[in-house]
């Protein structure tokens, strides 16, 4: 079946410090694919997606570009702040007509440090 | 806010006690879900229901039993629980079958069983 890996965690980082979180995945087809961030005490929330190979998902200075080739979707931040303290989720969308069917990984959770 | 409100936030309950988890989403959705998160495993989804049908049940033990009497509600009865239950409860919502692949989540109801 349909499967996510994401670096085992935790992550530490001092602020701005470049941030890479890697995510692949196996399916069947070419699925589309997520970030979500789960800060504390919150539920999950969508942070970025692509839909297509070669797509780049951005959003609040995070990246992630879907390689069709190496099958990985992984989150990258050039300068993290102590608000990016959170636990990241990288998924994939399964075909399943009237809901959305996401398979999510084991999460990271990222520590940013004044 | 996210529009998607769970209650109770905390529950701690016995192995005999019979409890309920209540999720309500104010978006107006048309699918929502039933998500386990425990420590160090990808999230598991137990439950989808597409316009108050129930579309997915993954295997989940019948000491779990959902309700969705309308498209804003979705109930988790839980009775003659074990210890390995202890968990976070996620409720999230979609408009279903958007193809977004956007999930909505609540803050999630954390489980004890003592």
């Known amino acids: 079946g349909n499967s996510v890996t994401q670096m085992e965690g935790p992550v530490t980082l001092s602020e701005e410090a470049f941030l890479t979180i890697n995510c692949t995945y196996t399916?069947?087809?070419?699925?589309?694919l997520f970030w979500y961030v789960q800060y504390p005490g919150e539920g999950l929330q969508l942070l970025l997606k692509a839909t297509k190979a070669d797509d780049k998902g951005s959003n609040k200075g995070f990246e992630a570009t879907y390689r069709k080739e190496t099958t990985s979707f992984h989150l990258e931040k050039g300068s993290v702040q102590v608000s990016d303290s959170a636990v990241y989720f990288c998924?994939?969308?399964?075909?399943?007509?009237?809901?959305?069917?996401?398979?999510f990984g084991k999460g990271t959770k990222l520590t940013v440090n004044p | 806010e996210t529009g998607v409100t769970q209650t109770p936030r905390h529950l701690v309950m016995g192995m005999t006690n019979k409890k309920s988890l209540k999720c309500e989403q104010h978006l107006g959705h048309n699918a929502m879900y039933w998500y386990k998160q425990s420590a160090k495993k990808p999230l598991e989804l137990m439950f989808v229901?597409?316009?108050?049908?129930?579309?997915e049940n993954n295997s989940v033990p019948s000491r779990f039993s959902p309700e969705c009497p309308n498209s804003s509600h979705l109930f988790l009865h839980l009775h003659t629980l074990q210890p390995e239950d202890s968990a976070l409860y996620l409720c999230?919502?979609?408009?279903?079958?958007?193809?977004?692949?956007?999930?909505?989540f609540g803050e999630g109801s954390r489980l004890t069983v003592l």
């Open positions: 998924a994939l969308e399964e075909d399943q007509g009237g809901s959305e069917k996401l398979v």
């Open positions: 399916a069947t087809g070419y699925p589309s």
């Open positions: 999230a919502s979609s408009r279903g079958g958007a193809g977004t692949g956007e999930l909505f």
């Open positions: 229901y597409s316009l108050e049908e129930r579309v």
